[in-house]
C-alpha cells in the first residue's frame, strides 16, 4: 500500500450533517446532505458540488458561482444554456433573476438531474429545458440555437473536464452566442502564456476577463465583442448586480481582470 493510500484510509470522508440521498451510476455516487440550513450535493464525502439555502433556494452560496452570474452585468440576458446542472444553482438564481429568460440546461448524468429535480427545488416551467446529454457534443456545429450566455461548469467529483479548456470547445460555445454574448467558464487555475487553455482563448475571443475566487475557481469570461470600456467600469457594473441576486458582489468584483494577451 503506497503512502497516499494509507493517508487517504485515515481520513473521514463521511458528508458533513444528514445523509439524505445517496446513489450511485456509472459515474459514481451522488450524495445529497442537510446542514442546518443548507443542502450540499456531492459526488464524494468531501469536495460540495452545489449548495443550497433551503429557506431561500434562489440565492446563490458559492463564490464561484456568484462570480459567474457577475456575467449579467454585461450582457441582461434573455436566454441562457449552463452545461453542467449540479445541484441547480445557476439555474435557480437566473430564473428568479427573469421568470421569461429561455433557459436550457445540459447534464450528463440522468441521475444528477433526477436528484436535482427532488432535493433542490428546480423550477417547473416551460421557460427550461434539461437535457441528458454530453456537453460536447451539444455544443458542436451545427449551430442551431444561439444564447447571451453560455455558463460552462463541468466538473466530476475531483476534476474538471479537460475539455472544457480545448479550443474546438472554445470555438463551438463561441458560434452559439449571440451578439454581444459572454462564455463564463468554471477553471480549475489561472492560464499563463504557456497554456492551451491561454493560446485557445487568444485565438477565438477578443475580449477576456477572470476573477479568481477565494475557493481558489478561476472564473473566465470570454467575448467575441471588442470590449473597450475601462476594468473599472466593469467591476461596477458586475457588483451592482449583487442587488439582482440579493448578495454582495463587492469583493468578488474588485477582483475582475483583463487576461492581456502577447
Known amino acids: 500500500?503506497?503512502?497516499?493510500?494509507?493517508?487517504?484510509?485515515?481520513?473521514?470522508?463521511?458528508?458533513?450533517?444528514?445523509?439524505?440521498?445517496?446513489?450511485?451510476?456509472a459515474w459514481g455516487e451522488i450524495i445529497v446532505s442537510d446542514h442546518k440550513d443548507y443542502r450540499t450535493l456531492r459526488f464524494d464525502g468531501i469536495c460540495e458540488q452545489?449548495?443550497?439555502?433551503?429557506?431561500?433556494?434562489?440565492?446563490?452560496?458559492?463564490n464561484y458561482i456568484k462570480a459567474m452570474l457577475m456575467a449579467v452585468a454585461w450582457q441582461?440576458?434573455?436566454?441562457?444554456?449552463?452545461?453542467?446542472?449540479?445541484?441547480?444553482?445557476?439555474?435557480?438564481?437566473?430564473?428568479?433573476?427573469?421568470?421569461?429568460?429561455?433557459l436550457e440546461v445540459v447534464e450528463?448524468?440522468?441521475?444528477?438531474?433526477?436528484?436535482?429535480?427532488?432535493?433542490?427545488?428546480?423550477?417547473?416551467?416551460?421557460?427550461?429545458?434539461?437535457?441528458?446529454?454530453?456537453?460536447?457534443?451539444?455544443?458542436r456545429p451545427p449551430a442551431e440555437t444561439r444564447y447571451d450566455l453560455i455558463f460552462s461548469d463541468l466538473y466530476s467529483a475531483f476534476a474538471m473536464d479537460p475539455q472544457q479548456g480545448s479550443q474546438t470547445f472554445l470555438e463551438n460555445c463561441a458560434a452559439r452566442l449571440n451578439d454581444g454574448g459572454w462564455l463564463v467558464l468554471n477553471y480549475h487555475d489561472l492560464p499563463d502564456e504557456n497554456s492551451l487553455l491561454y493560446h485557445s482563448l487568444h485565438r477565438v475571443f477578443n475580449t477576456v476577463l477572470f476573477c479568481v475566487a477565494p475557493s481558489g475557481n478561476v472564473i473566465i469570461y470570454a467575448t467575441l465583442a471588442r470590449v473597450t470600456l475601462p476594468l473599472s467600469a466593469l467591476r461596477n457594473l458586475a457588483a451592482g448586480s449583487g442587488e439582482l441576486f440579493n448578495c454582495?458582489?463587492?469583493?468578488l468584483s474588485r477582483k475582475?481582470?483583463?487576461?492581456?494577451?502577447?
Not at 497516499?4 to 450533517?17: C, E, K, M, N, Q
Not at 452545489?50 to 458559492?62: T, V
Not at 417547473?124 to 446529454?133: E, F, G, M
Not at 454582495?248 to 469583493?251: K, P
Request: charge should be positive.
Open 248 to 251: 454582495e458582489l463587492g469583493y
Open 76 to 102: 441582461p440576458p434573455t436566454s441562457a444554456l449552463i452545461l453542467g446542472l449540479g445541484g441547480g444553482s445557476l439555474l435557480r438564481a437566473l430564473h428568479a433573476l427573469d421568470p421569461a429568460m429561455r
Open 1 to 25: 500500500m503506497s503512502l497516499v493510500d494509507s493517508l487517504l484510509r485515515t481520513l473521514d470522508f463521511s458528508p458533513r450533517g444528514q445523509v439524505i440521498a445517496r446513489e450511485a451510476d
Open 50 to 62: 452545489s449548495k443550497m439555502s433551503l429557506s431561500n433556494p434562489a440565492q446563490p452560496i458559492h
Open 256 to 262: 475582475i481582470e483583463r487576461l492581456h494577451f502577447r
Open 108 to 139: 450528463l448524468r440522468a441521475a444528477v438531474i433526477a436528484i436535482a429535480r427532488r432535493y433542490f427545488t428546480l423550477p417547473a416551467t416551460d421557460t427550461i429545458s434539461l437535457r441528458t446529454a454530453d456537453a460536447m457534443d451539444f455544443v
